[in-house]
């Protein structure tokens, strides 16, 4: 399997769920759901509980560009595990549309290329470790003097609060090409993925954040009139971003 630099039109994927269903659905996907896209040409990224939300399931998947996400899709829907597996998968959903499609805002942007091995089918425990990703949505495209602006000020600051950035993303614009399964369409997304070891690390990220001085100066007023989303994310057991 290529590494997963190589993966950089990304699908973020949010499911609602019926309540107590969330632990059966990644137990499924882990168990069912991975190998059988990988073999297909995709690359699941990342499974993660919400931890603000009991009942969300949280999932990041990359394809090398959009043909292939179409052909890629088409062949996992179509094929034996999603026939085996899927009616089990959906009956834990109340509702599966909440994905951004998402690529890299630069060229060095993206997921790191790791070969990091995924532990094997129920050889693991989920690890300690958080992965907050960080959404802001405006009224217009985010360019590339915002994107300028996130490496001049803002990239630099998270790294010296102890969020270094694993990956930040925008908006993927191109047509969704495989149009059963939906995407949002018309907002404009700019989002950025840290890991921390623990929520200390990340509780001591947000005040030192919130204490600089820069930030409040420089950063916050630029910021403040968008729309902010967080999640925080806690991987499952066979979790790549972990």
Do not use: C
Not at 11 to 38: A, K, M, N, W
Not at 137 to 154: K, L, W, Y
Not at 207 to 231: C, G, K, Y
């Amino acid at each position: 399997m290529a590494p997963i630099g190589e993966y950089p039109i990304t699908e973020l994927r949010q499911y609602t769920l019926h309540p107590g269903q969330r632990d059966i659905l990644i137990d499924l996907f882990d168990r069912e759901f991975v190998e059988s896209q990988e073999a297909v040409g995709m690359r699941i990224l990342g499974q993660f509980r919400d931890l603000d939300d009991p009942d969300r399931f949280v999932w990041l998947r990359g394809f090398s560009d959009m043909p292939s996400r179409a052909e890629a899709l088409a062949r996992f829907y179509g094929g034996p595990a999603w026939k085996a597996h899927g009616p089990a998968a959906n009956a834990t959903m109340i509702d599966s549309d909440n994905v951004l499609l998402l690529r890299p805002a630069t060229t060095s942007s993206g997921f790191p290329a790791t070969t990091a091995i995924r532990p094997p089918i129920g050889g693991a425990a989920p690890p300690p470790s958080l992965v907050l990703a960080t959404i802001y949505r405006r009224d217009r495209p985010f360019d590339e003097a915002f994107t300028g602006f996130f490496d001049r000020e803002v990239r630099p600051l998270l790294t010296a609060t102890g969020a270094s950035p694993l990956a930040y993303l925008h908006t993927e614009y191109a047509e969704n090409t495989f149009p059963a399964l939906p995407v949002r369409t018309g907002e404009n997304v700019f989002m950025w993925f840290a890991r921390f070891p623990s929520q200390a690390h990340l509780d001591e990220h947000l005040t030192r954040l919130n204490d600089s001085e820069r930030w409040r100066d420089h950063v916050a007023p630029v910021l403040e009139p968008m729309v902010l989303q967080r999640l925080r994310l806690t991987p499952s057991a066979r979790s790549l971003l972990r």
